[in-house]
Each structure stands twice: as C-alpha cells, then as structure tokens.
C-alpha cells in the first residue's frame, strides 16, 4: 500500500485526478488506518460530515482513490474556526493481488471502511522438460 | 469608541484556564485596560488563524501540557441571528456515548473513541488515526439560552445549537442622569 494521493508530475492519468481535485477550493487527507485481517486489506477512514451518497470510491489501474464531499450544514458568521468543511480526497497505489471486483465499503459515524480481498496467487508451476 | 466591542466572547477561556495558560500574575490594569484586552483578543485571533492551518497554539501549548492524553476535537462555532452553533468532529464515536453537560456557564462535550474491534492478528501498515478519551469545555457567551440547548449527531459531526436571548444583545446598559 503505498500513499499515492501526490501524483507523481511524469504520468498523466493521475494528473488528471490531482485537477479533479484542484477544482474545489482545497481537500484533507483523511487520517487512515491500514492493517491486513483475514486475507483482505482494511482501510479505516476518519472522514466527519461526509453523507453515503458523496462518497465516491474507485479503483482505477491499481490505484485505490477515496473521494468524499462533505455537507456543510452550517451558516452564518465563524467565530471560532479550528476546521473547515472540506473534501477529502486520498489516494492508494495497491499491489496487484487485490481482487477489484469484490471490494466492499461501509460508512457508520463519520468512519469509512473499505474492504479489500486479497486474491491467493496460484503458484505457476514450470515444468523442466528433460531433453 | 467602545474598544469592548472589538473583542470577541472567548469560548475556550474555561479550557485555557484548567491548561494553566492565565496562572501567571496577571496585573490588574493589564485584565481591565481596554487596549491590552484588544492585544489578547488580536493574539487569541492570530493563534486561531494559526491553529486552523494545523500549527499548535502559541498561546496554549495544550498538546504538550495535556496530563491526560485527552483527544480534542476540532470545533467550529458560528453565529446567526438567532442562535449560535457548535460543529464538533468526532467520528467514530457513538451516538451513546456522547455526554453533553452544562455547569456554571461551561458547556462540556466529552466521550470516548473506540476502537473498532482489538484483534491480534492485524498486520498494520499504517496507523493515522487516533482512539481514547475527548473533551471539550466551552465557555457560554451571557446571551446563550443555556435552556434550550438542543444537539444533533450526524455523521461523525455532532452539532450543538444554542439560541439566543433576544433582547440580551444590550447587555450594556444607559443610565439616564437626572
């Protein structure tokens, strides 16, 4: 799992993604746990204030991106601002064993989890012709 | 011009307090002096602006101090017409284990941040997050309905709404001189 939401200036496709992001006026990254369990990979989010229906995951070329816009339901003039509502967006470079079609995610009180199964890699074997 | 007016209410005086930030002998004049509360208020400014872009406080060095190891979520207050709010981010916090307490003017939000479940065989790649105990202490401005405090909790962003007493805006009072 390697932190991938600074794209790299050679590849164009995450390009794309930072001037997604870009578009609104400035995103978190949301702190995450990461820890392997019972042949899948778990992501843990803390992402406060986001709704299920602005939460957006994609895996795309093997990077996991996590996008998630939050409501803000505030109004009126700030007194006291120690944070902002903004989105957050993050993003995950996986290894090729992650089985993209079965990757589950749940949203309970502000905490996003996402599911990965790993996929066991049947081992090729080569058979050695004798000559 | 009445300075007082430039000054804003400070809603964490209660939490600067129990951190020992106004335990030094503070001289009478420098409480009282109009133009030295204006340089506090500046300072409490400028410390928030600061905060908000993630440095710690230059006022309270409470990430440092803190005996207990409380969490201390972020808070955002704003302030209509009618009533004032207070957006708390907790998440992964229960609804149920949320207390919201008010005691001489103090409104308390504190609880606890479990951990999802504890089992052994998790192989961590990358710890950001943060579990235990929070709290927060706000100090209630005079014009606050402490009565009809109503709080809603969605998200993993609890959300405190206060009323305000209309009419509790003049709190300076004319004397008519005879």
């Given at each position: 799992m390697v932190e991938k939401t600074i794209p790299s200036v050679q590849e164009s496709k995450e390009m794309t993604a930072q001037d997604k992001t870009r578009s609104d006026n400035f995103y978190y990254y949301p702190p995450v746990d990461i820890f392997e369990h019972n042949n899948e990979l778990v992501v843990i989010a803390d992402v406060p204030g986001v709704d299920k229906e602005n939460t957006n995951i994609k895996v795309e070329d093997n990077i996991l991106t996590v996008d998630?816009?939050?409501?803000?339901?505030?109004?009126?003039?700030?007194?006291?601002?120690?944070?902002?509502?903004?989105?957050?967006?993050?993003?995950?470079?996986?290894?090729?064993?992650?089985?993209?079609?079965?990757?589950?995610?749940?949203?309970?009180?502000?905490?996003?989890?996402?599911?990965?199964?790993?996929v066991e890699k049947a081992t090729k074997l080569i058979n050695v012709k004798t000559v | 011009m009445n300075l007082t007016k430039l000054i804003p209410w400070n809603w964490l005086k209660t939490e600067e307090e129990q951190n020992g930030i106004s335990a030094p002998i503070q001289r009478r004049d420098f409480q009282t002096n109009p133009i030295m509360q204006f340089h506090q208020g500046i300072d409490r400014m400028f410390d928030q602006f600061f905060q908000s872009y993630g440095f710690p406080s230059l006022l309270n060095d409470s990430a440092l101090l803190s005996k207990d190891n409380m969490i201390?979520?972020?808070?955002?207050?704003?302030d209509t017409d009618k009533n004032y709010s207070i957006s708390v981010e907790i998440p992964g916090v229960d609804k149920d284990s949320i207390q919201i307490s008010l005691n001489d003017g103090n409104l308390t939000i504190r609880g606890e941040k479990k951990q999802e479940k504890e089992e052994k065989d998790r192989n961590y790649h990358r710890i950001e997050r943060s579990y235990g105990s929070f709290q927060r202490v706000l100090s209630l401005p005079p014009d606050a309905d402490s009565d009809k405090i109503d709080a809603s909790f969605k998200n993993g962003v609890l959300i405190v709404t206060l009323p305000k007493i209309p009419g509790a805006k003049s709190s300076v009072k004319t004397i008519p001189i005879h």
């Open positions: 998630a816009k939050t409501c803000d339901a505030s109004e009126g003039e700030s007194i006291c601002r120690e944070f902002a509502w903004g989105n957050f967006h993050r993003q995950f470079e996986l290894s090729d064993k992650i089985d993209e079609n079965k990757i589950s995610a749940e949203l309970k009180n502000g905490v996003l989890t996402i599911h990965l199964p790993i | 201390k979520p972020n808070v955002d207050i704003t």
